[in-house]
């Protein structure tokens, strides 16, 4: 906890966000899964868990959108959205199939999660992906006591790097942003929690769209989830 107090200064801390996907669960090899079954149901090739992992992150709309400009090869803005609608049903109709029995807890995340409960830090999930794929996962991993707070892709009109959901989970936790971090992968929680002045850590295992998460100026950086603690 001492770690991550320091990046607030002198205001207490007193609650911490997490992202989902890349942050305490590696779910890619079952959102692969369900998009190389739709991609197959829509006629396309599949695309692999590889090619997967480096368009997580910004919930399934573009998920969906990055498979289809890659499956059509074509720009995003070139996307067909008829074609991007039907791959995207296709594609939650697997996902709900099937969200979890591939996916695993990254290492550490228990035990930390366990360790701020128990140190009076109010916890939450803010994460891209819609609620009724987050909550059963969550309940796969037995994290709902530990995350009482779930804000998902769809609880608002918007999702990070919009603030709006780290707002709406701060207030749900009865806290002010300024006494909370944002624990995340990806250049999305890092925007969506500077737009507040919150700090963000993030860690070096996650998805971040592909791209180095170590250029996306992440106030801390960990290779391990226990080095939060």
């Not at 989902?20 to 190389?36: E, H, I, N, Q, Y």
């Not at 499956?71 to 109709?93: C, H």
């Not at 507040?196 to 250029?215: D, K, R, T």
Request: hydrophobic share 45%.
């Amino acid at each position: 906890m001492m770690r991550l107090q320091t990046l607030l200064g002198e205001a207490p801390l007193q609650a911490l966000l997490f992202d989902l996907d890349g942050t305490l669960v590696d779910s890619v090899p079952d959102l692969a899964a369900a998009m190389d079954h739709a991609l197959e149901f829509c006629g396309y090739p599949p695309a692999g868990e590889a090619r997967v992992r480096t368009w997580v992150g910004n919930g399934a709309p573009k998920l969906v959108e990055r498979a289809l400009t890659w499956a059509l090869e074509v720009s995003e803005q070139q996307a067909p959205q008829a074609q991007q609608r039907v791959l995207l049903e296709a594609f939650y109709n697997a996902y709900a199939e099937d969200s979890s029995s591939r996916s695993r807890l990254f290492d550490g995340v228990c035990e930390a999660l366990e360790y701020w409960q128990a140190a009076g830090i109010k916890l939450a999930c803010v994460t891209n992906k819609p609620e009724r794929f987050t909550h059963p996962i969550l309940a796969t991993f037995d994290l709902q006591e530990l995350l009482p707070v779930v804000v998902g892709g769809d609880t608002l009109p918007t999702r990070k790097p919009d603030p709006a959901p780290l707002v709406l989970a701060c207030e749900q936790l009865g806290v002010s942003p300024k006494n909370a971090v944002m624990v995340g992968d990806s250049s999305n929680d890092i925007q969506a929690a500077h737009a507040l002045g919150m700090p963000a850590a993030c860690v070096s295992f996650g998805y971040n769209h592909g791209a180095p998460i170590q250029e996306a100026g992440a106030d801390l950086l960990v290779d391990h989830f226990s080095d939060l603690v």
